[in-house]
């Protein structure tokens, strides 16, 4: 029996099934049976015949969008038919992105490593969202089961310049490493400010087994947000003490596109929601009276021809505000990658625009006028001869999908690979595999490459990666290596202040709410999805007075036993 002023919101498409149009990678997909779930969510008196006759625009069509429309329709009852996503790429997703064919290579710019015990936010939207490969499952279902098939227990997790394993079992930490490290944990974010990492660790922490581990798994460098750092050393506290073989670490059964981009995007096309790509927002017209801030049209441009889409009363709009792949360049076997700019960039110039003379509006130039300092590269590997798995399974000891990253300590450009379960995309026949790695200091010469990684080809960085394994030339033979340069991609790693990021819906807005991982969300940290996800959840939420809470994030750094396991890890 429902419960009294709540309302029921089913998914059509759980008992239905639907015909749904094509990515352009394989056709039409059909949407396979899954049982019905019922989601509660409290509504305010009128919100269901309001919802159903105003709509929604969604600008940008990263995962924060797709969440957002996702959980307009499920907990807000807006129909979907009146939801538009705008997105100037040819393809939804935005950073979480993963395309390619075997006869001309796989390219992925990043993965996002996911936990069961945390993405609180994630996990709460991708139970209803169901798998399209596994029916009757949901999407979280399926990466559970997944995960208990291909555990993650890395036996190489770093590598040294004579080609050893590292010893991980130990931090490496010295008494002032521990105090230090201790200090920041223990600090408030007020008491650390835009302070740098290094503002509160002396170097020679910075030659540890733990910061290697710990900034090759999430991308942090030395100059980056003590504020940020602290974040995570808390969020992550349960993580802390199997930070040397990844174990708490999950993966999607394919690469994030397949795995969560699309499940979700062929649900909320089922719902009717509009996806329209090829589309740049170029401004919003807007009012404001009384300290108001209230959107009324969206400028964009698409095929050439410009275009005012009016926003009406009772109307919302989200933004996905800045982009850490933004200005994005591939290079190849033979080309290294484009070195572009903010003057290539679309995401950033329509929060410029909006935060001039708006301080609640955030500052975009906190995040995005140091490339130097926010810029890395990545790389995919597709191979048609197996030899080269073969070789590092038997050196790693670990099975593709079960080692997680492989960091070169000694390499120049610190450079990791990792080997996913195969196959990582559907559209893999057997007998071809694939790899992905990055590197951390492309600006850096090599060891075994006179030249900076920005400069290299493809050719050139699997030259590299043998020198570092040893490995015969012959080993890569016929591989197609996929350079990627992301300019931008630690950019919400950069210090801030309070106020640099705005919050969801900025005070004074009416219709309007920044989703992305450039917003304030307390206690929560960037570069994951479950930021992103849980950015969408809180706008969606507070815009459209939804009463059912977000999910909070787990205290697992107040749980004793995660305390206690991290100061044994911490000793050692």
Same mark, same amino acid.
């Not at 004579?162 to 974010?189: C, I, N, W």
């Not at 690469?255 to 096309?269: A, G, H, I, T």
């Not at 170029?282 to 964009?300: K, Q, S």
């Not at 033979?477 to 950069?494: D, E």
């Given at each position: #029996?429902?419960?009294?002023?709540?309302?029921? !919101?089913?998914?059509?498409?759980?008992?239905?099934?639907?015909?749904?149009?094509? =990515?352009?990678?394989?056709?039409?997909?059909?949407?396979?049976?899954?049982?019905?779930? &019922? !989601?509660?969510?409290?509504?305010?008196?009128?919100?269901?015949?309001?919802?159903?006759?105003?709509?929604?625009?969604?600008?940008?069509?990263?995962?924060?969008?797709?969440?957002?429309?996702?959980?307009?329709?499920?907990?807000?009852?807006?129909?979907?038919?009146?939801?538009? !996503?705008?997105?100037?790429?040819?393809? #939804?997703?935005?950073?979480?992105?993963?395309?390619?064919?075997?006869?001309?290579?796989?390219?992925?710019?990043?993965?996002? *490593?996911?936990?069961?015990?945390?993405?609180?936010?994630?996990?709460?939207?991708?139970?209803?969202?169901?798998?399209?490969?596994?029916?009757?499952?949901?999407?979280?279902?399926?990466?559970? @089961?997944?995960?208990?098939?291909?555990?993650?227990?890395?036996?190489?997790?770093?590598?040294?310049?004579?080609?050893?394993?590292?010893?991980?079992?130990?931090?490496?930490?010295? *008494?002032?490493?521990?105090?230090?490290?201790?200090?920041?944990?223990?600090?408030?974010?007020?008491?650390?400010?835009?302070?740098?990492?290094?503002?509160?660790?002396?170097?020679?922490?910075?030659?540890?087994?733990?910061?290697?581990?710990?900034?090759?798994?999430?991308?942090?460098?030395?100059?980056?947000?003590?504020?940020?750092?602290?974040?995570?050393?808390?969020?992550?506290?349960?993580?802390?003490?199997?930070?040397?073989?990844?174990?708490?670490?999950?993966?999607?059964?394919?690469?994030?596109?397949?795995?969560?981009?699309?499940?979700?995007?062929?649900?909320?096309?089922?719902?009717?929601?509009? #996806?329209?790509?090829?589309?740049?927002?170029?401004?919003?017209?807007?009012?404001?009276?009384?300290?108001?801030?209230?959107?009324?049209?969206?400028?964009?441009?698409?095929?050439?021809?410009?275009? &005012?889409?009016? !926003?009406?009363?009772?109307?919302?709009?989200?933004?996905?505000?800045?982009?850490?792949?933004?200005? =994005?360049?591939?290079? =190849?076997?033979?080309?290294?990658?484009?070195?572009?700019?903010?003057?290539?960039?679309?995401?950033?110039?329509?929060?410029?625009?909006?935060?001039?003379?708006?301080?609640?509006?955030?500052?975009?130039?906190?995040?995005?006028?140091?490339?130097?300092?926010?810029?890395?590269?990545?790389?995919?590997?597709?191979?048609?001869?197996?030899?080269?798995?073969?070789?590092?399974?038997?050196?790693?000891?670990?099975?593709?999908?079960?080692?997680?990253?492989?960091?070169?300590?000694?390499?120049?450009?610190?450079?990791?690979?990792?080997? @996913?379960?195969?196959?990582?995309?559907?559209?893999?026949?057997?007998?071809?595999?694939?790899?992905?790695?990055? @590197?951390?200091?492309?600006?850096?010469?090599?060891?075994?490459?006179?030249?900076? *990684?920005?400069?290299?080809?493809?050719?050139?960085?699997?030259?590299?990666?043998?020198?570092?394994?040893?490995?015969?030339?012959?080993?890569?033979?016929?591989?197609?290596?996929?350079?990627?340069?992301?300019?931008?991609?630690?950019?919400?790693? *950069?210090?801030?202040?309070?106020?640099?990021?705005?919050?969801?819906?900025?005070?004074?807005?009416?219709?309007?709410?920044?989703?992305?991982?450039?917003?304030?969300?307390?206690?929560?940290?960037?570069?994951?999805?479950?930021?992103?996800?849980?950015?969408?959840?809180?706008?969606?939420?507070?815009? #459209?007075?939804?009463?059912?809470?977000?999910?909070?994030?787990?205290?697992?750094?107040?749980?004793?036993?995660?305390?206690?396991?991290?100061?044994?890890?911490?000793?050692?």
């Amino acid at each position: #029996m429902v419960p009294s002023g709540f309302t029921t !919101v089913c998914a059509l498409t759980y008992t239905a099934l639907a015909r749904i149009r094509g =990515s352009g990678r394989a056709g039409a997909v059909v949407l396979r049976t899954a049982p019905t779930r &019922l !989601v509660l969510a409290r509504t305010v008196p009128g919100m269901h015949s309001r919802n159903e006759q105003t709509k929604a625009f969604l600008i940008g069509g990263g995962i924060g969008s797709l969440a957002a429309a996702a959980f307009m329709i499920r907990d807000g009852g807006r129909p979907g038919e009146r939801i538009t !996503v705008l997105e100037s790429a040819s393809v #939804m997703g935005g950073s979480l992105d993963g395309a390619g064919h075997p006869d001309h290579g796989y390219s992925m710019r990043g993965g996002r *490593m996911l936990t069961t015990d945390h993405y609180e936010c994630t996990w709460d939207l991708y139970r209803t969202i169901p798998s399209l490969v596994h029916p009757g499952q949901s999407v979280h279902d399926e990466t559970v @089961a997944f995960n208990a098939q291909h555990r993650t227990r890395s036996m190489a997790r770093l590598i040294d310049s004579r080609r050893a394993k590292v010893p991980v079992a130990s931090m490496g930490f010295s *008494m002032q490493d521990r105090l230090e490290l201790l200090h920041l944990s223990r600090a408030t974010e007020a008491e650390l400010g835009a302070r740098c990492i290094t503002d509160c660790l002396s170097p020679a922490f910075f030659e540890t087994e733990f910061w290697f581990l710990w900034a090759t798994t999430f991308a942090f460098q030395p100059w980056h947000s003590a504020v940020e750092f602290r974040r995570y050393l808390h969020r992550f506290m349960l993580e802390f003490s199997s930070i040397d073989t990844l174990a708490g670490i999950k993966r999607t059964v394919y690469n994030q596109y397949d795995s969560l981009v699309l499940p979700l995007q062929r649900w909320l096309e089922g719902q009717g929601v509009q #996806m329209m790509t090829g589309c740049t927002v170029t401004d919003l017209d807007h009012h404001g009276r009384d300290g108001a801030f209230t959107v009324t049209g969206i400028r964009c441009r698409q095929h050439g021809r410009s275009d &005012l889409i009016p !926003v009406n009363d009772g109307d919302l709009v989200f933004l996905q505000n800045g982009s850490m792949t933004d200005a =994005s360049s591939l290079g =190849s076997m033979t080309a290294a990658p484009a070195k572009l700019t903010k003057a290539d960039s679309v995401s950033w110039a329509l929060w410029e625009k909006l935060a001039r003379d708006r301080p609640a509006f955030g500052h975009p130039a906190v995040f995005n006028q140091a490339i130097a300092q926010t810029y890395w590269e990545s790389f995919t590997v597709t191979l048609t001869d197996p030899a080269f798995f073969d070789q590092m399974q038997r050196f790693t000891g670990n099975e593709a999908g079960t080692g997680g990253l492989v960091t070169f300590k000694d390499s120049n450009w610190l450079m990791s690979i990792v080997l @996913a379960h195969q196959p990582h995309f559907p559209n893999q026949p057997a007998g071809v595999q694939v790899f992905w790695g990055y @590197a951390l200091f492309p600006d850096q010469v090599g060891n075994f490459v006179a030249k900076p *990684m920005a400069d290299c080809t493809g050719e050139e960085i699997l030259r590299e990666l043998c020198g570092h394994l040893r490995f015969e030339p012959e080993t890569l033979a016929g591989a197609n290596c996929i350079p990627c340069r992301m300019p931008y991609l630690t950019s919400m790693f *950069m210090p801030r202040l309070p106020g640099d990021r705005p919050l969801p819906v900025p005070p004074g807005s009416t219709n309007f709410a920044f989703i992305s991982q450039f917003v304030e969300v307390p206690q929560d940290v960037v570069f994951t999805v479950e930021y992103s996800v849980r950015a969408a959840q809180t706008a969606v939420y507070e815009l #459209m007075q939804i009463d059912r809470p977000v999910p909070p994030v787990t205290p697992h750094d107040q749980s004793l036993h995660a305390q206690f396991d991290a100061l044994i890890k911490a000793l050692k």
